[in-house]
């Protein structure tokens, strides 16, 4: 079955602690993406991949770091989280840049304390 | 620029209704594509319709139908005969070259 798997789904941590969340797709896509989901903002794209070893910042990428070593893994890594990096965490993946359809995960909610 | 802007914050109706969700964008792109997203209460993303720039043909699938009007710039997402099930938040999105662009969500409530 294809499809994006996002680790842990849920996650409490305390300020300043790293943290990583893993992202990973089995359908072969060079393109992927990690967005984070806040009341009345929508989905902003933190950081993007458009395949192994090539990596952009989004909109929000402050606080956020990502590696793409892999085609299948785009982590999401928070190296010293704070309170206002509590939010609703979604990967994508799509083929390639220009393919329209996307895949998400199925979300993480991180609560940073 | 790019955006998408879905005015509605929550909407709620009562089993049977009919409903429309708004959603305008905004890009200068000319080559573009336009998606609907269903978030249940579960909180995954459910694809719903996507709609290419050069296709102003609308679409209906089953009770839902969406209205793609180049002319004002929207991309409105019809639910006949609503049901519960249908209580969700759904998000318009528009992607131009590498990126999508979402609306702020619009909070669906269907009341049986």
């Known amino acids: 079955e294809a499809q994006v798997t996002q680790n842990p789904r849920y996650l409490i941590t305390v300020t300043g602690k790293k943290l990583t969340v893993t992202c990973s797709q089995n359908m072969n896509h060079e393109y992927m993406s990690w967005y984070r989901q806040d009341p009345g903002l929508g989905l902003r794209q933190i950081y993007y991949?458009?395949?192994?070893?090539?990596?952009d910042k989004g909109d929000v990428p402050e606080g956020y770091k990502v590696s793409r070593k892999e085609k299948r893994n785009f982590p999401l890594i928070l190296e010293s989280p704070s309170p206002n990096q509590t939010s609703l965490y979604f990967c994508a993946s799509r083929k390639t840049a220009t393919t329209s359809e996307a895949f998400f995960g199925q979300g993480t909610r991180l609560t940073v304390v | 620029a790019q955006k998408v802007t879905q005015a509605q914050t929550e909407i709620s109706v009562v089993e049977k209704e009919d409903v429309t969700l708004d959603c305008v964008y905004e890009t200068r792109d000319t080559t573009y594509y336009l998606f609907w997203y269903k978030q249940p209460p579960s909180g995954e993303l459910v694809f719903l319709i996507r709609?290419?720039?050069?296709?102003?043909q609308n679409e209906i699938s089953g009770r839902y139908s969406w209205n793609f009007q180049k002319s004002t710039s929207s991309f409105n997402f019809t639910i006949t005969a609503s049901q519960v099930v249908d209580s969700a938040v759904y998000f318009c999105?528009?992607?131009?070259?590498?990126?999508?662009?979402f609306g702020t969500g619009t909070s669906l409530t269907v009341i049986p």
């Open positions: 999105a528009l992607r131009t070259g590498n990126q999508f662009y």
């Open positions: 709609r290419n720039s050069f296709d102003e």
């Open positions: 991949s458009m395949n192994v070893e090539v990596t």
